[in-house]
């Protein structure tokens, strides 16, 4: 659905900050007392660390040096 592999990610931190950042909003939410929106940012933010952890990084960082 979502292209995560791509060069921009390549950097630990950017995939990390994306999950947490996702993950956090939905617990916010949650906190504030709507279940809806949780439930689709903890989703995206699972599925988004679902596609950074299967992701060939080596692959991605080849064909970034591709001209």
Avoid: Q, Y
């Amino acid at each position: 659905m979502f292209e995560l592999g791509v060069p921009f990610f390549l950097p630990v931190w950017r995939r990390v900050s994306v999950v947490a950042i996702a993950i956090g909003w939905g617990l916010f939410e949650l906190w504030k007392g709507e279940p809806f929106w949780a439930i689709i940012f903890i989703g995206m933010g699972g599925f988004a660390a679902w596609k950074f952890w299967t992701t060939d990084w080596s692959a991605v960082a080849a064909m970034d040096k591709d001209p």
